[in-house]
């Protein structure tokens, strides 16, 4: 069964810098896809950005050129580096990963990828 630990969460001044990773166990997570999703309070969860077996990623409009999603395979992680953080961001970040296969997604087809697995989330506050 595939565990993620989410971590790097924590309190930022808007427009700083925050990494958040995620640990993966239970599997292999060459063989997955692996995402990361925001959940602002009182709204729906969002996707943020994805990252798939062989490297390729795609982000949501709102953090393009600002995030970076990476992965490391030989340590099991997946990274989200965030930069200028804006204060309408703060929420519980979530990882994630797809059911494995190495399916390769193209473009916002990551979005809508089968996400079945969930870290417990980080909190990410900003303050203006």
């Known amino acids: 069964q595939v565990q993620l630990v989410e971590s790097g969460g924590g309190l930022v001044q808007g427009g700083c810098s925050l990494r958040l990773s995620c640990a993966f166990s239970g599997r292999t997570i060459n063989d997955h896809a692996m995402g990361w999703f925001l959940q602002a309070p009182g709204k729906d969860r969002d996707f943020v950005a994805g990252?798939?077996?062989?490297?390729?990623?795609y982000y949501e409009y709102f953090v393009k050129g600002r995030f970076t999603i990476s992965r490391d395979n030989a340590k099991n992680t997946a990274d989200l580096q965030m930069n200028s953080l804006q204060a309408d961001e703060t929420a519980v970040y979530y990882c994630?990963?797809?059911?494995?296969?190495?399916?390769?997604?193209?473009?916002?087809?990551?979005?809508?990828?089968?996400?079945?697995?969930w870290g417990q989330g980080t909190q990410v506050t900003v303050s203006s």
């Open positions: 990252i798939i077996w062989s490297g390729g990623t």
């Open positions: 994630a990963a797809d059911g494995g296969g190495r399916v390769n997604y193209y473009a916002d087809s990551l979005r809508g990828a089968n996400w079945g697995f």
